[in-house]
């Protein structure tokens, strides 16, 4: 079966612009989920989205947003870039709101602010 | 505050020594947790979780609700065991990750 895709896989921006990341999930998987890896950090949970609803998202402020369509991809958007924003942006996939299900992990994207 | 920690950032073992990847978390409910691992050139996938209670390359790990701790161990140690391991909590809508354990196991 084919994995979560992401893309773009590397992402270079100046500060102030605006960073569209996309996620394609594992098939049959109705739940993703993106998480911010900065450098020297652990993975920071950002936002889940599950049946085309964002059920949750970390403590971000509200520039990070996103969406879920109907094919259940998903798309994560950070407004106003910041210097601090450059990090891996993982999206993950999992069957859905079924309790406690592992998640599978896309490669990234990596994000770079000049 | 820190809901998973790893206290260890790089952990080096000999091939065939035990192995004990340490995490602790703060949550007061039921807490389902996790360990990922990340190889060299791959992508993060799921090790193992306490739900199944399976031991998967070797590995096991026991929730200790009162130490509140997550240890994964494995008695003898392969090569192949090294990656990146990371300790993650479940909440049911809250998902926290440690900030990982590097292990290399030396031949």
């Known amino acids: 079966e084919a994995g979560v895709t992401q893309s773009p896989t590397h992402l270079i921006k100046t500060r102030g612009q605006q960073a569209t990341l996309r996620c394609s999930p594992i098939?049959?998987?109705?739940?993703v989920y993106w998480y911010q890896q900065a450098l020297g950090l652990g993975l920071q949970f950002l936002l889940w989205?599950?049946?085309?609803?964002?059920?949750n998202r970390g403590n971000f402020p509200p520039r990070f947003s996103g969406r879920q369509f109907p094919n259940y991809s998903s798309e994560l958007n950070v407004n106003a870039l910041e210097l601090e924003d450059s990090a891996l942006y993982l999206c993950?996939?999992?069957?859905?709101?079924?309790?406690?299900?592992?998640?599978?992990f896309g490669d990234g994207t990596r994000l770079s602010i000049l | 505050a820190q809901r998973v920690t790893q206290p260890e950032k790089l952990l080096s073992v000999f091939k065939g020594a035990p192995v004990e990847l340490k995490c602790n978390y703060s949550?007061?409910?039921?807490?389902?947790l996790f360990w990922y691992v990340q190889y060299s050139r791959q992508r993060l996938q799921l090790l193992l979780r306490?739900?199944s209670r399976e031991s998967i390359k070797g590995f096991t790990a026991d929730l200790n609700k009162g130490e509140t701790s997550f240890h994964l161990k494995k008695p003898f140690a392969q090569e192949e065991d090294s990656a990146m391991y990371y300790c993650?909590?479940?909440?049911?809508?809250?998902?926290?990750f440690g900030t990982g354990t590097s292990l290399t196991v030396i031949p």
């Open positions: 993950a996939s999992s069957v859905g709101q079924a309790s406690y299900q592992p998640q599978h």
């Open positions: 993650a909590l479940d909440t049911g809508n809250q998902f926290y």
């Open positions: 949550y007061s409910g039921s807490p389902e």
């Open positions: 989205y599950d049946e085309g609803e964002e059920r």
């Open positions: 306490h739900i």
């Open positions: 098939s049959g998987h109705t739940s």
